[in-house]
């Protein structure tokens, strides 16, 4: 059977764990917040409305793609642009190119990143399977203009760095709501994740600390997890309503 990702394959075991991909997406959160285009998140009100319901609604299309055989996994991405389609027929205008590229551009990028925090760092070769791996997500659903190798990726990320990303009265309203759905507590927790794994021109913008204050925790947890104790400390800081779903992250989903 032909699997979109092999089994063995380092995307899988970067999308098989509920910590990395809770750092993926506290990276893209802030990002998302500073995107020229961020208005369109707000067109359909789904994710200011409910942003911890749509982070997890994401995983699962991705994890779909990671873990499913190639037909599956086709069909998972298929579903996804004919969503974007139909966004895009109500609104009346196309989503820019670029927007798509920065979306698939931050999943490279912020997967590279929230596993080197969390474990090691990656060889040249997984990071260019990782960027393999996403870009023929890309391919599939039509995004024009994608670089061919993941040298010329670097490149095409930091361009969108400098050209794409640009705080506004949405940036607040986004950050606004994440501080509604998380509380003051994890709020802040959300902060200081995103201090540790976003660039710097993304911290820039923010106004986000330059201390990472939650380093220290961040030793304790990966002692926690040596010790097979880390739900211990999930329990502490996770939003209640969505720990069961945070839990099955860690479950590797049938092949």
């Given at each position: ?20 991909i ?16 961020v208005?369109?998140l ?20 991705a ?16 579903s ?8 895009e ?11 798509y ?6 999943l ?49 990320r ?25 509380g ?5 927790l959300?902060?200081q ?46 939003p ?16």
């Amino acid at each position: 059977m032909k699997y979109f990702v092999q089994q063995g394959s380092i995307v899988r075991q970067i999308w098989g764990k509920s910590d990395t991909i809770l750092f993926i997406f506290a990276g893209a959160s802030a990002e998302f917040a500073l995107n020229k285009a961020v208005d369109w998140l707000f067109f359909t009100g789904r994710l200011p409305a409910d942003p911890l319901g749509r982070l997890f609604s994401t995983v699962g299309y991705a994890r779909k793609i990671v873990f499913s055989e190639e037909a599956a996994a086709h069909q998972a991405i298929d579903s996804m642009a004919a969503i974007h389609a139909g966004v895009e027929a109500k609104r009346g205008l196309r989503i820019p190119d670029w927007a798509y590229r920065d979306v698939l551009f931050m999943l490279i990028d912020y997967s590279i990143r929230s596993f080197e925090l969390l474990e090691r760092k990656l060889t040249e070769q997984e990071q260019a399977e990782v960027f393999e791996v996403f870009n023929r997500v890309g391919v599939r659903m039509g995004i024009k203009g994608l670089p061919e190798s993941f040298t010329e990726w670097q490149l095409a990320r930091e361009e969108h760095l400098q050209q794409n990303l640009q705080k506004s009265s949405l940036t607040s309203e986004l950050y606004l709501q994440y501080r509604k759905h998380l509380g003051n507590v994890r709020y802040w927790l959300l902060l200081q994740a995103q201090v540790l794994v976003v660039p710097e021109c993304v911290r820039a913008q923010l106004n986000l600390w330059r201390v990472p204050l939650l380093k220290p925790v961040l030793i304790a947890y990966k002692l926690s997890r040596a010790l097979r104790a880390e739900w211990l400390l999930k329990e502490l800081i996770l939003p209640p309503a969505y720990k069961a779903e945070i839990k099955e992250l860690d479950a590797l989903p049938a092949s």
